[in-house]
């Protein structure tokens, strides 16, 4: 298990990459573009919490559709294309053998994208489900079912037809997560959205789906990314990878059950959320070992690591700070506030994001042949990236603490703690618009660095018919 | 790790032992609930759900409002919301069982709404509460769109709201809600838990959990599980909509 030699000659070859180029580069290339898109949309909700009347004349962007947009761009456009992508390219590369499969991923990437489109246009016209995570309408959501399958299917060809036995934590994660999302989804619409169950337990499925959505599909394709670039980044094998098996099993079995720490004091059976708030502090461990393997990310000077950094300490805080907020005394105060937005992008964005783009600008160069065109703006990225998340969690989270306080104090009317977590809320939004301007940097610099090389050979192609053209009439 | 067939039946065993404990099991202990005859007042609670309420939780729905309002009183003594006035006891889930979509939520930017009905002095009359939505008021924004301004015809309508100051619509006009509206102020007037001797609800701090064997001390049995509600004897309650496009109708 400690032998990694895979991760490297056999695979490195520039074969393996040549055939899945095209499909990786547009799952790629549709992650930035979402990813900048979805940022729009949780800047315009930013600003409508701490100025309500901001776009409230136009009936398509409501605060609750803005953030289903917001939400929808994020999780679905950008992590789930860049995920599939990463995942793809690993296991490529870790079987060594060129991309199977790949006219369906290609397919399968047209059609999720063409299914995200439909889904914004379905939630801005009023059938969005009002499901935390699961907000696309109800008659979109199978097309994004057979899509994934699509694009799914080269990643588990490139696992099955592997050259060597042996499996690595990279092939775990991300044999995980392209198999457990499809049936996740495909649960989640059939309770709650075919045949919907009945009362609150629609609230325990849903808790249940956004929780499974994070613990089986988001960290796990983060986590393969890491496994994978980290140790080729950093030039140095894992530390304790005997243990990497523990902390993978630990998520898969332990992570699903901790979605029922939202429904503390709520209308459910109390053994919900109480199996939630001892899963929570299992999960302890799985933190505990990925961050004994992926410690080696330390030191080394490398735009990439540098995203797996941040990454890590986000993940690993990120957990610590989960199970702490399943305490039923801390989520008195937690609960329902600010500090669950504070949460989920220290989740989101700090832990599985940083992590994609580490990979992703690990993995541009490797497919296009190419180094960034911009090396100054991954700099930029980078600093407007730690320092926005960094920013707007804080902000939220400080913003949660204060209304939550307030909350519990039922001399306090709304209108003063809206007025005493105001000034949070405004550093939030801005941090929102220092992470969409990176954003917009990393979808220039990614253009201009996959497509105009491809461009500019095509048009040299094109000059050079032209003048054999013209030889030829000329003589 | 070599063996794929076992990591492929590792991750389905993950995914189905979770699913089995936490969807099938709350499924199967709280799954068919059902109403609870109260031999007292000779009723069977909750009440139902009309369908005018029904079409009104599909516009909240489609706003999303559930991403600033909770609907769900926590337990007493679990933060202040029976101090805040939102409820006098824990929210159970009984008290959903004939909502197609309970919107819990799960941001309190805005007041609790479980009980707006009863609770909040807003409601007091539904010109209140379209006023509200019309000019939105301490943080909630204003849902305008959801009324129209209509040349008055002849006398002015009675649903024609009453605005004072700059928000008047110019001379020879009327602001009229539209039928999402009506839908939606009838939904939120109807929210209301009032009834409180629920055998789950009664526990003082900590709750035995919902879905528990049918009360025994003979007040009336609830059906057997898994059957569908019965109309309980006295006022029958109104049975929700079986499907969300009947409740569109």
């Known amino acids: 298990m400690t032998d990694l030699s895979a991760h490297s000659s056999p695979t490195d070859s520039g074969d393996v990459e040549a055939y899945g180029r095209g499909p990786l580069l547009l799952l790629a290339g549709s992650s930035v573009v979402w990813l900048a898109v979805g940022g729009f949309f949780a800047l315009i909700a930013g600003i409508q919490l701490h100025h309500s009347a901001f776009l409230a004349g136009c009936p398509l962007l409501t ?3 803005v953030q289903a947009l917001a939400e929808t761009c994020f999780v679905y456009g950008w992590m789930a294309n860049a995920g599939l992508a990463l995942a793809l390219w690993i296991l490529a590369r870790l079987g060594g053998e060129p991309l199977r499969a790949a006219n369906w991923t290609v397919a399968g990437a047209c059609f999720w994208n063409l299914g995200i489109v439909l889904a914004l246009v379905g939630i801005v016209s009023g059938e969005a489900t009002a499901i935390p995570l699961l907000e696309m309408p109800r008659a979109v959501q199978p097309l994004l079912l057979v899509a994934y399958g ?21 092939h775990w994660y991300a044999v995980a997560a392209l198999f457990l999302f499809p049936w996740l989804l495909s649960i989640a ?7 919907p169950v009945r009362g609150t337990l629609q609230a325990v499925v849903a ?23 980290i140790p080729k980044a950093a030039g140095k094998i894992l530390p304790s990878y005997d243990f990497a098996s523990l902390g993978f099993w630990c998520l898969l079995f332990v992570g699903a059950w901790t979605g029922g720490r939202h429904l503390i004091g709520g209308p459910v059976p109390a053994w919900i959320s109480t199996i939630a708030i001892v899963a929570s502090t299992t999960l302890l461990f799985h933190y505990g070992i990925v961050w004994l393997n992926l410690r080696v990310s330390g030191g080394a000077p490398s735009i990439p690591l540098s995203f797996f950094r941040y990454g890590l300490c986000a993940y690993v805080g990120g957990g610590i700070i989960d199970s702490l907020t399943a305490i039923r005394g801390v989520a008195e105060v937690t609960q329902f506030t600010h500090f669950d937005g504070a949460q989920q992008e220290l989740a989101f964005y700090g832990a599985v994001s940083m992590m994609l783009l580490g990979g992703l600008y690990y993995a541009l160069p490797r497919l296009t042949g190419r180094p960034w065109a911009y090396g100054g703006l991954v700099r930029a990225h980078l600093l407007l990236s730690a320092g926005g998340v960094s920013v707007l969690v804080l902000a939220l989270g400080v913003a949660g603490l204060v209304q939550g306080g307030d ?3 039922a001399s306090v009317p709304f209108p003063e703690i809206a007025a005493h977590i105001r000034p949070w809320l405004l550093l939030a939004s801005a941090a929102q618009a220092a992470l969409l301007l990176g954003n917009v940097l990393l979808a220039v610099n990614f253009f201009k660095s996959a497509l105009c090389p491809y461009y500019a050979a095509a048009v040299a192609a094109i000059r050079q018919d032209q003048r054999s053209a013209l030889e030829a009439a000329a003589r | 790790m070599k063996n794929g067939a076992l990591l492929f039946l590792g991750l389905f065993a993950a995914l189905g032992v979770s699913w089995a404990g936490i969807v099938l099991g709350s499924s199967a202990q709280f799954g068919s609930l059902s109403p609870y005859y109260d031999a007292g007042t000779d009723q069977a609670y909750p009440g139902g759900f009309p369908g005018v309420a029904a079409r009104g939780q599909l516009v909240y729905r489609d706003l999303n409002c559930a991403s600033c309002h909770t609907q769900a009183v926590r337990r007493l003594g679990f933060g202040a919301d029976e101090a805040r006035g939102w409820g006098t006891r824990q929210s159970v889930a009984r008290d959903y069982i004939f909502q197609p979509f309970p919107q819990l939520g799960e941001s309190r930017v805005g007041p609790d709404l479980t009980n707006f009905a009863t609770a909040s002095p807003i409601a007091a009359a539904p010109a209140g509460v379209y006023e509200l939505l019309y000019t939105g008021r301490g943080g909630m924004p204003p849902y305008a769109f959801l009324f129209e301004t209509t040349k008055i015809v002849g006398e002015v309508s009675s649903h024609a709201l009453h605005l004072a100051g700059g928000l008047q619509p110019p001379a020879g006009y009327e602001i009229i809600p539209t039928p999402r509206a009506e839908a939606l102020v009838a939904y939120l007037l109807s929210l209301s838990s009032s009834f409180n001797d629920y055998p789950e609800a009664k526990a003082p701090v900590e709750p035995k959990p919902e879905g528990s064997p049918a009360p025994t001390d003979g ?6 599980a898994g059957a569908k509600p019965a109309p309980p004897a006295g006022g029958a309650p109104i049975p929700a909509p079986a499907t969300p496009e009947e409740a569109k109708k």
């Open chain 1, 207 to 229: 808790g249940w789906y956004a929780q499974g959505l994070w613990t089986l599909w988001m960290a796990p394709m983060a986590l393969a990314v890491a496994y994978y670039v």
């Open chain 1, 150 to 170: 699509a694009v799914a299917l080269g990643g588990v060809l490139a696992w099955t037809g592997r050259r060597r036995e042996v499996m690595y934590a990279s």
């Open chain 1, 407 to 409: 909350l519990n104090n």
């Open chain 1, 189 to 195: 619409q059939v309770t709650l959205l075919w045949f």
């Open chain 2, 219 to 224: 007040k009336g049995a609830p059906p057997a």
């Open chain 1, 63 to 65: 605060h609750g559709r």
